[in-house]
């Protein structure tokens, strides 16, 4: 069993940026597909991005597209959130997800992928307008 730890929320202004960072403990870091979703208050949660092993691929929701930026480094066995030109419909709690052993027809774009895999426990992004 994978641990994944957010951190990096907070408090921003509408414009401004956050780096989320989800910290994994396995060692089988590399193997996994990621995925950032997020839910805010009163609206189901989100499929917003997604990264394939290796980082060399990358899947945004039209919501973020252009402005949030997904990335990993399997050595550091961790994989960040660039949020930039944030808006107030940001505002939500953000969790990492993980994934592993996919079946056929199963992809890292795919948020049905994550739904059996690991979450940490979010952490919140507020942004004020």
């Known amino acids: 069993q994978v641990q994944l730890v957010e951190s990096g929320g907070g408090l921003v202004q509408a414009g401004g940026s956050l780096r989320l960072s989800c910290a994994a403990s396995g060692r089988t870091f590399s193997r996994y597909v990621m995925a950032w979703f997020r839910q805010a208050p009163g609206k189901e949660r989100e499929f917003i991005t997604a990264?394939?092993?290796?980082?060399?691929?990358?899947y945004y929701a039209d919501s973020v597209k252009g402005r949030f930026t997904i990335s990993r480094d399997n050595a550091k066995n961790t994989v960040y959130l660039q949020m930039n030109s944030l808006k107030p419909e940001d505002t939500a709690v953000y969790y990492c997800?993980?994934?592993?052993?996919?079946?056929?027809?199963?992809?890292?774009?795919?948020?049905?992928?994550?739904?059996?895999?690991?979450w940490g426990q979010g952490t919140q992004v507020t942004v004020s307008s």
């Open positions: 990264i394939s092993w290796s980082g060399g691929s990358t």
């Open positions: 997800a993980a994934a592993a052993g996919l079946s056929t027809g199963s992809y890292y774009y795919s948020q049905s992928t994550y739904e059996n895999g690991y």
